[in-house]
C-alpha cells in the first residue's frame, strides 16, 4: 500500500478545545502512527500566518510523510486545529481518499477566553490587556492575510461555514465532537474516534485519560514568548533528526514548569461585560447555522 492510500485521522480542529490531550490518547494506540509533532500544518494555506517545516504546494505529497515515522500499516494521526480555517485542508479529501477527519467544538465564550489566556501565557499579547480589550480589537479590525492568528479568534469562532464546507468534502469521513463530551467523558470519544476511524476501541478500556496543554500564566512573559518561538524551531529542524527528539523532551518540560504557573478561581473567568460583547457579535455575524453549533448556543452560561 503506498503511502496516500493508507487509513489518516486528521483533527483539523478548533483550537483551545483539547486537541493536544486528543492527539495524546490517540497517539498511545499501538496501531496509530502519529505525527513527529502534533501540528504537522502540512495543509495549511500558503499565506496563512503560522509556521511549518514543510507545505502542501500542489506537487509535494511525499513530503507529507517526512512529518512521520512509521511503516504504511498503522493509521497516521495528526492534529492541526487551524487546517479547519484553511481551503488547502479540504483538497485532504482527494489527496488522501482514506483520511477521516475529526473536530472539536467548544463553546465559543469559552474556547475565545481560554485563546486570549494562552496567548498572554506564550508572550504574543500584552499581559496588562484585558479580555474587553482583546475583543475589541477584534471586533475593530478586518481579517486579513497579515492578522496576526491571535487576533482571529473572535471571527474564527464563527465556525458554521467552514463546518459546513468539510462535511461536504468529507462526506460520512467527517465527525464532529463536543468539547464537553471529550472532557466530561473521554472514554466513550476516544471509544467513538476508534471506532470511526477503525481502531480497536478496547485498548482504552483501562487507560489512564489525563489532560494536557492547559492554558497557564507565563512567570516571566517575554522569556517565554521566546521559549515557545524556539521551540517551535527546533521542532521543524527536528524532522530530519528524530531520534534526537527524544533527547530535547526531559528539557523542554523543565523550561516550561520552570515559566509557567497553573491559576483558578476567580482569574479564570471573563467578566460579564466581554461575555455580552462577544455574543452580540457573534449573534450578528453568523451565516449559518450547523446543527452541533446550534445546539452550543453562544448565549449560554459559561462553566
Known amino acids: 500500500m503506498t503511502f496516500e492510500k493508507s487509513k489518516f485521522l486528521i483533527i483539523c480542529g478548533q483550537e483551545k ?44 505529497l511525499s513530503d ?18 487551524a487546517y479547519l480555517y484553511n481551503e488547502t485542508a479540504l483538497k485532504i479529501a482527494n489527496l488522501l481518499p482514506n483520511a477521516k ?33 482583546y475583543i475589541s480589537k477584534q471586533i475593530d479590525k478586518k481579517v486579513t492575510p497579515e492578522t496576526p492568528v491571535f487576533y482571529r479568534v473572535l471571527h474564527q469562532c464563527l465556525v458554521d461555514e467552514y463546518l459546513v464546507k468539510f462535511e461536504k468534502v ?22 467513538e ?3 470511526f476511524s477503525g481502531l480497536r476501541s478496547n485498548f482504552y478500556e483501562d487507560f489512564e485519560f489525563s489532560a494536557n496543554n492547559k492554558t497557564a500564566i507565563a512567570r516571566f512573559p517575554v522569556v517565554a514568548r521566546i521559549y515557545y518561538r524556539t521551540r517551535r524551531r527546533v521542532a521543524f529542524w527536528l524532522v530530519n533528526y528524530p531520534k534526537l527528539k527524544t533527547c530535547f523532551r526531559p528539557l523542554s518540560r523543565f523550561l516550561r ?6 491559576t483558578s478561581g476567580a482569574s479564570m473567568r471573563p467578566d460579564q461585560a466581554s461575555i455580552e460583547l462577544a ?20 448565549s449560554r452560561p459559561f462553566k
Open 17 to 60: 478545545a483539547g486537541t493536544t490531550s486528543l492527539f495524546t490518547w490517540l497517539s498511545a494506540h499501538p496501531d496509530v502512527c502519529p505525527s513527529m509533532y502534533k501540528e504537522a500544518r502540512f495543509f495549511l494555506d500558503q499565506n496563512y500566518p503560522l509556521a511549518s517545516a514543510l507545505r502542501y504546494n500542489g506537487d509535494n
Open 279 to 298: 455574543t452580540a457579535y457573534l449573534s450578528r455575524h453568523r451565516k449559518s447555522v450547523y446543527p452541533t453549533v446550534a445546539v452550543m448556543s453562544v
Open 101 to 133: 477527519v475529526v473536530v472539536v467544538l467548544r463553546e465559543p465564550i469559552e474556547r475565545l477566553f481560554s485563546a486570549y489566556r494562552y496567548f498572554k501565557q506564550i508572550g504574543e499579547i500584552p499581559v496588562s490587556l484585558s479580555f474587553y480589550d
Open 170 to 191: 468529507f462526506g460520512d469521513r467527517f465527525k464532529v465532537i463536543d468539547f464537553n463530551d471529550l472532557k466530561d467523558n473521554p472514554m466513550a470519544v476516544v471509544k
Open 64 to 81: 507529507y510523510q517526512k512529518l512521520f515515522n512509521c511503516k504504511n500499516d498503522r493509521v497516521f494521526l495528526e492534529a492541526s486545529p
Open 257 to 262: 514548569r520552570s515559566l509557567l504557573t497553573e
Open 193 to 195: 474516534i476508534c471506532n
